[in-house]
């Protein structure tokens, strides 16, 4: 157990639905990363984190967005999904303070399907 | 950050140590050799890193050549359930003021551990 939660683990919606994903980090991490993998992508990096700030994004669709709360849960919205959408998303924490280990520690994941 | 190269997949007995090459000869002197793991589709997990001298904890060690162009993650008696993708991924140590730390994962190496 990585100490990193994501809720839901599945879920299966249609296409044009709009869908939240959640992910609590491990206690005092400031950093929440999130990754997309599906079948023909591999994992890819979406967007961080980094205490409510966003400090860099990756291959993440317009439809796609993200927000870190003050209590440092993330959540990641998808909009007008398409089938292309149905894949595995992780989330990831990591102190990142000075003087600790860079670690990033990943959630189970949530296994999105759109029909 | 610099780019991998892995060989796709490999075998590996029972209790026998797994050597897992990675070529990055186009890392920078900031970068670090970081190695992840992930067991079927759950979350990966971090292994080990370093820099230029060898390193080993509880799970690996981690070889690095000394023009750091080549490095090798050894598990030294591998188990049925060291089976799993291995990514061997480049990237600059956190932390660093504005710095992400994302992940950028290539194909890695499938090993099979068979009894």
């Known amino acids: 157990d990585s100490g990193v939660t994501q809720t839901p683990k599945h879920l299966i919606t249609a296409t044009g639905q709009r869908v939240t994903l959640r992910c609590s980090p491990r206690s005092g991490d400031l950093s929440v990363y999130w990754y997309q993998q599906s079948l023909d992508q591999g994992l890819q990096f979406l967007i961080h984190?980094?205490?409510?700030?966003?400090?860099a994004k990756g291959n993440i669709l317009e439809r796609f967005s993200a927000q870190q709360f003050p209590d440092l849960h993330s959540e990641l919205n998808l909009s007008s999904l398409e089938l292309g959408d149905s894949a595995l998303y992780f989330c990831?924490?990591?102190?990142?303070?000075?003087?600790?280990?860079?670690?990033?520690?990943f959630g189970p994941g949530t296994r999105l399907t759109v029909l | 950050d610099a780019k991998t190269t892995q060989p796709p997949s490999m075998d590996c007995a029972e209790g026998r140590a797994a050597n897992l090459p990675c070529n990055h000869s186009?890392?920078?002197?900031?970068?670090?050799v970081y190695w992840y793991r992930q067991i079927h589709s759950q979350g990966p997990q971090y292994i080990i890193h370093?820099?230029?001298n060898n390193e080993t904890n509880e799970m690996a060690s981690l070889i690095i050549t000394e023009d750091r162009k080549s490095s090798t993650l050894i598990l030294p008696h591998a188990t049925l359930r060291d089976t799993a993708v291995y990514y061997c991924i480049v990237r600059v140590k956190l932390p660093a003021s504005g710095n992400t730390g994302k992940l950028i994962f290539g194909q890695g190496t499938t090993l099979q551990v068979k009894p």
């Open positions: 186009t890392i920078s002197g900031n970068e670090y």
């Open positions: 984190y980094y205490n409510g700030e966003e400090r």
């Open positions: 370093g820099l230029k």
């Open positions: 990831a924490s990591s102190v990142e303070a000075r003087g600790s280990a860079d670690t990033q520690y």
